[in-house]
């Protein structure tokens, strides 16, 4: 009830009020039946613009850090992103990770729609990075189809850092949905889910029209933090 409170009556009309959002292949989504929408992520904005124009309910995998916020501000967080059915991602990997998995996988099972960002946490300059194999390995064990969704504009209205987004308009641009019915059976073999991962990112890439960085985005924010850090100790000296 509180999701479809949200995206029919509060978040929904709000949304397409400041986004404007222009819909581009949206035949390309399943209408019934289980299916994996990999989308690119740009933007905080990006949890809730994608679901609000879609006709059916989607679930989406989270990090974990939505949910263990402090204070007031993260308990409301947490309230919310639990109370529209999303799935926390513990990122640190491990039996954490492979429960996220298995509770992505029963979403599946019944025949719904799942939501993924492929590469892992939001692009921190607006270009597309490495994809994590993590989605290959749920359409392979699930035997579900991939929809690629290429957010665009995004960025631009709410970069990371920025609180309230600007007005304006957005795109949301649904490809053909991919077949990896080729590789059922085999999402145990690294060289078979890094092909399928890869494939998924490319076709991103090319809707979007990104530029694309082959490494990993967590990597490469880690590094940016500990050069500040670097540079802050210095400037302190």
């Not at 490809?175 to 890094?194: I, K, N, T, W």
Request: include cysteine; charged fraction near 25%; hydrophobic fraction near 45%.
């Amino acid at each position: 009830m509180f999701y479809r409170v949200l995206k029919y009556v509060i978040l929904g009309p709000l949304l397409r009020l400041f986004f404007r959002p222009r819909i581009e292949g949206m035949e390309n989504v399943p209408e019934t039946g289980a299916a994996i929408i990999a989308g690119n992520h740009l933007s905080f904005s990006d949890h809730f613009v994608m679901p609000a124009i879609l006709p059916r309910r989607i679930t989406f995998l989270a990090k974990a850090e939505y949910f263990t916020g402090p204070g007031l501000k993260g308990r409301l967080t947490a309230a919310f992103f639990r109370g529209v059915g999303q799935i926390p991602v513990d990122r640190s990997g491990g039996k954490a990770s492979q429960s996220a998995i298995d509770a992505a996988l029963g979403v599946l099972g019944r025949g719904e729609l799942l939501g993924i960002y492929p590469e892992g946490t939001r692009s921190h300059d607006g270009r597309l990075y490495r994809g994590r194999t993590g989605v290959a390995v749920m359409a392979l064990r699930a035997h579900a189809p991939v929809v690629p969704c290429a957010m665009l504009g995004t960025f631009e209205l709410q970069p990371p850092g920025r609180k309230i987004p600007r007005i304006g308009r957005v795109t949301i641009r649904f490809g053909a949905p991919l077949d990896f019915s080729r590789f059922y059976g085999m999402e145990a073999q690294r060289e078979v889910v890094r092909a399928v991962t890869d494939e998924i990112m490319y076709e991103l890439l090319a809707m979007s029209g990104q530029e694309y960085v082959d490494r990993y985005a967590g990597d490469v924010k880690a590094e940016l933090a500990q050069h500040k850090g670097v540079a802050a100790r210095l400037r302190r000296r």
